[in-house]
């Protein structure tokens, strides 16, 4: 089975589930999404669809009204397509222990998410996530999807890795693999089992090609649609790599042995 292992809600959903079959993708980790940069059809439609995005960054909108109506725009898809698309949920950065249980049990695990995810801290932010994680344990070990690209630098990468140490039975996505801290990432993370890179986003092939090397077991296809088309991300990994097997993994196996597809 083909997955691909992170991709952003895309209006209309049939031009997503085209996408999809383009790639010959069998099923995709679907994440939610308070912008729609794929409707936009200039580059001022573009513009403003950013702008709201800041909007809630800045406040001006309420980013917890934008969350669970992502939410719920995403839940609903998955009932309309549960063939296609498993879900990973979102939740406001910063929430106490209390607070993270909560939100678990009322948007993550009432929506029947797999996860938790795209959570995006700003740099020097991370510690911050401690009571997601003790609390991501108490319900079950939900794996967590972190961005770990810009803002995040190699300091705020490594209290991630502190975290994946104290927490070793929570699986740890790191979304697009680190960033320009790439290097440095997969020299980190070899003895960390609960460790794993999602190869999204990536600006250099080399990047992923010696994630999968280092780590065929824990590396993670994934477009990000629709910043990168599912098409192009599953070309690049089959380009660079060779051997049969560690592609099927790549390309499907591994986050399937994760979530229990």
């Known amino acids: 089975m083909i ?31 308070t912008i ?49 698309f498993i879900g990973f949920g979102s939740i ?4 106490s222990y209390n607070e993270n249980l909560e939100w678990i049990e009322r948007y993550i695990l009432a929506n029947n998410f797999r996860g938790i995810g795209e959570l995006t801290p700003g740099t020097g932010q991370v510690t911050q996530m401690a009571p997601l994680f003790l609390a991501s344990q108490e319900m079950g070990n939900l794996p967590l999807w972190v961005h770990t ?4 630098n190699f300091e705020d990468i490594k209290e991630l890795i502190f975290l994946a140490k104290k927490y070793p039975m929570i699986p740890l996505i790191f979304g697009h693999l680190g960033g320009i801290h790439w290097l440095d990432t997969l020299k980190a993370v070899r003895n960390i ?24 077991e824990r590396t993670l296809f994934s477009s990000d649609a629709p910043y990168c088309l599912p098409l192009t991300a599953r070309t690049i990994i089959e380009q660079i790599t060779s051997d049969r097997h560690i592609l099927e993994q790549v390309l499907g196996g591994n986050i399937s042995r994760l979530l229990n597809i």
């Not at 691909?4 to 010959?24: F, G, Y």
């Not at 690209?149 to 995040?152: M, R």
């Open 92 to 95: 406001p950065f910063g929430l």
């Open 149 to 152: 690209f810009a803002p995040l």
């Open 36 to 84: 729609h940069p794929e409707t936009a059809t200039s580059i001022d439609d573009l513009e403003k669809e950013l702008n709201n995005l800041y909007d809630i960054l800045n406040g001006i909108k309420n980013p917890l009204q934008e969350r669970i109506r992502a939410i719920e725009e995403l839940a609903e898809i998955m009932k309309e397509n549960p063939a296609k």
């Open 193 to 216: 089992q609960n460790i794993y890179l999602d190869l999204s986003a990536t600006f250099t092939t080399i990047a992923p090609s010696f994630a999968i090397r280092e780590f065929p």
């Open 3 to 33: 997955i691909d292992s992170h991709a952003h809600v895309m209006l209309p959903t049939h031009r997503q589930l085209k996408l999809m079959e383009d790639a010959n993708i069998d099923c995709t980790i679907l994440f939610t999404s």
